[in-house]
Nanobody
Framework: QVQLVESGGGLVQPGGSLLLSCAAS????????MSWYRQVPGRERELVAV????????NYADSVKGRFTISRDNTKNTVHLQMSSLKPEDTAVYYC????????????WGQGTQVTVSS
């Protein structure tokens, strides 16, 4: 069965760094666009970063541009989000999402991992 498992969340001080990882299984990973979203309780889920199936194209929310980097390794079926210069407003649950590049009806979500930026 399809599975997306996020890891790497935790507590970090402002200005610090954190690496999130998402391990995928149960589908043809390279055929899927991978995204990171984040959500604060009571607010809309926000798109943070996107990477194309082959890893050649990326997009970022303006709020994280220059601080976050999304990457993927199609030989290991993993996608990462390297977060640097973290701010308190980055605090959220971060979710990994897979979307089939040829049919967006096929999408899968991970369970999420908590990131807390606080001093």
């Amino acid at each position: 069965q399809v599975q997306l498992v996020e890891s790497g969340g935790g507590l970090v001080q402002p200005g610090g760094s954190l690496l999130l990882s998402c391990a995928a299984s149960g589908f043809t990973f390279s055929r899927y666009t991978m995204s990171w979203y984040r959500q604060v309780p009571g607010r809309e889920r926000e798109l943070v970063a996107v990477i194309s199936g082959a890893g050649g194209g990326t997009n970022y929310a303006d709020s994280v541009k220059g601080r976050f980097t999304i990457s993927r390794d199609n030989t290991k079926n993993t996608v990462h989000l390297q977060m640097s210069s973290l701010k308190p407003e980055d605090t959220a649950v971060y979710y990994c999402k897979a979307t089939f590049s040829l049919n967006s009806r096929f999408e899968y979500w991970g369970q999420g991992t908590q990131v807390t930026v606080s001093s």
